[in-house]
């Protein structure tokens, strides 16, 4: 999966990248560590800057993205 340089054109994209991992992540929490290495680590928090010091600033949209994702995860473990 290649890392975002730069602009990211709209929100989707942006989260779209984000949201494989954040997956990944979320559903090997209840039995073991996730599977992520730096790199993967590296590249996401690359990405949610990008997404939150350009021009058009997504901050607000992730965090309620996020909100949302954890929300669901604490209702259903």
Same mark, same amino acid.
């Given at each position: /999966?290649? !890392?975002?340089?730069? +602009?990211i054109?709209?929100? *989707? *994209?942006?989260?779209?990248? !984000? =949201?494989?991992?954040?997956?990944?992540?979320?559903?090997?929490l209840?039995?073991?560590p996730?599977? @992520?290495? +730096? *790199?993967?680590?590296? /590249? @996401?928090?690359?990405? +949610?800057?990008? !997404?939150?010091s =350009?021009?058009h600033?997504?901050? =607000? =949209? @992730?965090y309620?993205?996020?909100? *949302?994702?954890?929300?669901?995860?604490?209702?259903?473990?």
């Amino acid at each position: /999966m290649s !890392m975002f340089h730069g +602009v990211i054109d709209c929100f *989707e *994209e942006g989260w779209d990248f !984000m =949201q494989k991992y954040i997956k990944k992540f979320t559903e090997a929490l209840p039995n073991k560590p996730a599977d @992520l290495d +730096v *790199e993967d680590g590296c /590249m @996401l928090y690359t990405n +949610v800057y990008n !997404m939150c010091s =350009q021009k058009h600033d997504y901050s =607000q =949209q @992730l965090y309620e993205k996020y909100k *949302e994702i954890f929300d669901e995860y604490i209702k259903t473990t």
